[in-house]
C-alpha cells in the first residue's frame, strides 16, 4: 500500500510538473514574434476606451486576448510613424467619453506632430456621447485634419459638468456620525461624509477649475476648426446637436460609416494597409532604444504601502511605495542611467507611502540622477507630494494638481447599533488605544491628538514643497490649504515648470542630464518587468516572497476602482493612512 501510495503521489507530482513545463512553453509560444510591415500602413487607432498610463508590457490579458494598448503604447506609435516613410495617416475611432483631459491633450500634441509631417489624420464616432456628454472625446478628435460623424450619431458638445454627491443626510438617518478632521480649507474629500452640498470653498475650486479647462476646450476647437471661440460657445450651448447641424457649424467635416471613413483614408494613400498599434510596435520597434538612457518610472493609481514588483497577469493600478523604492534603487545603481522621467497619475493616498516615494525621489537627486516629473490626469495631494522634490515637473494645461493639505477622521455607529439592537463592550489599557475605534467618538484628547498628528503633517508636506519648489513659506500657504489647481494654473503659480506632455519632459531630461537635445536615448522602464513566464514559474513553484501588505493593498485597489464614485470615495476617505487623498471631484465632464 505504501509503495501504491508513493507511486500515486510521484505520478501526481510529475503530471504538475509536466503541466508547468506546457503552460510555460504556451505562454512562450503566445509571444508574438515581429511581423513583416506592409510597405504602406495606415495607422488605426481605437481611443474609444480609457488609455491606461504603462508601457504596454505582456501580459497575459494583452497575449491571450489582445488588450487596448496604454497610453505610452499610442505615443511611442504615432512617435514612431512619424518619422517611418511607410506610415501615411492615421485612422482612429472616437467617441466616448473615458479619457480624462490632460491624456486627451497628450494624444492631441502627438497628432499636431504627426500631421506636421504631411500625413493625414482622420477620426471616425459613431458618436459623440449618443445623446450625453461628448465633450471630451470631441476636443480629442479635433486635433484630425477631417472629423467624420455616423448620420444618426450626435454631437454632445455640451461643456463641461462637475457634479458631488452628499451622504451625510443619510448617515443621519442611519444614526452614523463623522468626525473628521482636515487642515486646508479646500481639502475636501471627506465632504462626502460630512456635508449635504457643497462648501463655498469647494464650490469656488470646482467653478475656477471649469473656468480653466473650458477656457482650453474652447480655444483648442476654435483653433483646430478655424472657429472664433464665440462661434464654439454658441454651439456649446446649444448641444447635444444633430449630425446636420454639426455639420453646418462645421464642428465635422463629413457624415458616413465607418466603412466611409475606411474608404476616404484608402483613397488618400492608396494601396496602403490598415496595422493597429500593437502590430505596429511589434514590427516597427518602439522610439528611444538606443543612446543614453533614460529610466522610465510609472507611478499611478492609489498611494499604498508596501506592495511588491508589478503583477504581469492582473497589471493592478496602485502606486506601492516599495515596489516604487525598487525601481528609483534600480536606477540609481544602473550606472547607465544619466536621469529619470518619474511619470505620476495618481489622486493621493497614504502620507507614510508618499513620504517614502518623496524619499526615493531625493535619494536619486542626491546621488546625481536627476528626477523630471510628468503629471497625467491627476498629481494631487500624495501626487504631488512625491513629485515636489523633483528637478522639473511638467503638467498638461488641463492635469488636475496640487491639493497640498490633509485630512483624517472616523465614522462613528454608535446610534446605529444602538437602533438594530446591537450592544459592545471593550477593555484597553492606554488612553487613547481605542481612539478609531467606530463605536465612540473622540474623546478630547483623543481628538487633540488627532489635531496634532494633521498638524505635523501639514507643516510637512507644506515644508516639502518649499523645499523642491524654491518657495517661501508664505508663497507655499497661499496655494496650499488643499487646493486643487490645473496644469495651466499650477505653472503661474509656481507648482510647475513647464506645460506638456512625454515630449516635454524627455527634453527637460536631456537638459538636466546634459545630454544634447539632438542626441539619442534609450528610455527604459524601471523596475525590469517581470515576464510571464518568470512569473508563473513563481507562482506555480511557491518561490515568489510578496510583501505582507501586498494582497491588502490590492484587494483595496481592486475595490476602490470597481466601486462606483461616491462609495470609492467615501471608503478611500475613511481610510485613515489615506490622509493625503485629493477631493472626489476630479474629473469634470
Do not use: C
Not at 68 to 77: E, G, N, Y
Not at 296 to 303: E, H, M, Q, T, V
Amino acid at each position: 500500500m505504501r509503495r501504491l501510495l508513493v507511486g500515486f503521489f510521484t505520478a501526481i507530482g510529475f503530471l504538475s510538473f509536466l503541466f508547468v513545463i506546457a503552460v510555460v512553453v504556451l505562454i512562450t509560444r503566445l509571444q508574438p514574434s515581429a511581423p513583416a510591415l506592409p510597405g504602406k500602413i495606415i495607422l488605426s487607432l481605437d481611443l474609444t476606451r480609457g488609455l491606461a498610463e504603462g508601457a504596454g508590457e505582456e501580459g497575459l490579458q494583452r497575449l491571450i486576448f489582445g488588450t487596448q494598448p496604454s497610453l505610452r503604447d499610442i505615443v511611442d506609435a504615432l512617435e514612431a510613424a512619424q518619422a517611418d516613410p511607410r506610415v501615411k495617416g492615421v485612422l482612429a475611432r472616437v467617441g466616448s467619453d473615458d479619457t480624462g483631459f490632460a491624456k486627451a491633450q497628450q494624444v492631441r500634441d502627438e497628432i499636431t506632430a504627426f500631421r506636421a509631417k504631411g500625413k493625414f489624420a482622420i477620426a471616425f464616432a459613431d458618436s459623440f456621447g449618443e445623446f450625453g456628454a461628448g465633450t471630451r472625446p470631441y476636443y480629442l478628435a479635433t486635433a484630425f485634419d477631417q472629423i467624420w460623424l455616423q448620420p444618426m450619431g450626435s454631437l454632445g458638445l455640451t461643456g463641461l459638468y462637475a457634479e458631488a454627491m452628499f451622504i451625510r443626510d443619510t448617515l443621519n438617518k442611519l444614526g452614523i456620525a463623522p468626525e473628521f478632521g482636515h487642515k486646508g480649507q479646500f481639502k475636501t474629500a471627506a465632504n462626502v461624509l460630512t456635508e449635504t452640498q457643497m462648501t463655498p470653498p469647494q464650490r469656488e475650486e470646482v467653478e475656477d477649475l471649469l473656468k480653466s479647462i473650458s477656457g482650453q476646450v474652447v480655444n483648442g476647437i476654435a483653433q483646430a476648426r478655424k472657429l472664433s471661440p464665440e462661434a464654439v460657445t454658441a454651439a456649446i450651448d446649444k448641444a447635444p446637436l444633430l449630425p446636420n447641424e454639426a455639420l453646418e457649424t462645421k464642428l465635422i467635416d463629413r457624415l458616413g460609416y465607418r466603412d466611409d471613413a475606411i474608404i476616404e483614408a484608402h483613397r488618400r494613400a492608396s494601396g496602403a494597409e490598415l496595422v493597429g498599434v500593437s502590430a505596429y510596435l511589434d514590427g516597427a520597434g518602439r522610439p528611444h532604444r538606443t543612446g543614453e538612457r533614460i529610466a522610465l518610472i510609472y507611478g499611478s493609481g492609489l498611494i499604498v504601502r508596501g506592495g511588491g514588483p508589478s503583477n504581469p497577469l492582473t497589471q493592478s493600478d496602485l502606486m506601492a511605495a516599495n515596489a516604487i523604492t525598487t525601481a528609483f534603487r534600480d536606477a540609481v545603481r544602473d550606472p547607465k542611467v544619466r536621469a529619470i522621467l518619474f511619470r505620476i497619475d495618481s489622486p493621493g493616498g497614504s502620507v507614510v507611502a508618499s513620504e517614502t516615494i518623496w524619499h526615493d525621489v531625493v535619494y536619486a537627486r542626491e546621488r546625481g540622477k536627476p528626477v523630471i516629473v510628468s503629471m497625467g490626469d491627476v498629481a494631487g495631494s500624495g501626487g504631488y507630494y512625491v513629485a515636489a522634490p523633483a528637478d522639473k515637473i511638467v503638467a498638461e494645461p488641463a492635469t488636475l494638481t496640487g491639493s497640498i493639505g490633509v485630512l483624517a477622521g472616523k465614522l462613528v455607529i454608535a446610534d446605529l447599533l444602538k437602533k438594530i439592537g446591537v450592544s459592545t463592550d471593550a477593555a484597553q489599557f492606554g488612553v487613547n488605544a481605542g481612539m478609531f475605534s467606530a463605536t465612540s467618538n473622540f474623546s478630547p484628547l483623543a481628538h487633540a491628538r488627532l489635531q496634532a498628528f494633521l498638524d505635523a503633517s501639514y507643516k510637512g508636506f507644506k515644508e516639502h514643497v518649499a523645499a523642491g519648489r524654491h518657495m517661501s513659506a508664505d508663497a507655499v500657504e497661499a496655494v496650499a490649504q488643499g487646493r486643487v489647481w490645473t496644469g495651466e494654473e499650477a505653472k503661474v503659480k509656481g507648482l510647475v515648470d513647464a506645460l506638456g506632455g512625454y515630449g516635454v519632459a524627455l527634453r527637460l531630461a536631456k537638459e538636466v542630464a546634459n545630454i544634447p537635445a539632438d542626441s539619442p536615448v534609450e528610455l527604459t522602464v524601471f523596475p525590469r518587468q517581470q515576464g510571464i513566464v518568470a512569473y508563473l514559474y513563481e507562482r506555480l513553484t511557491g518561490t515568489q516572497h510578496d510583501d505582507d501588505n501586498s494582497a491588502g493593498a490590492n484587494a483595496l485597489g481592486r475595490a476602490f476602482e470597481a466601486a462606483q464614485p461616491l462609495v470609492a470615495q467615501a471608503a478611500a476617505a475613511l481610510d485613515n493612512s489615506n490622509i493625503l487623498l485629493m477631493s472626489p471631484l476630479t474629473q469634470p465632464r
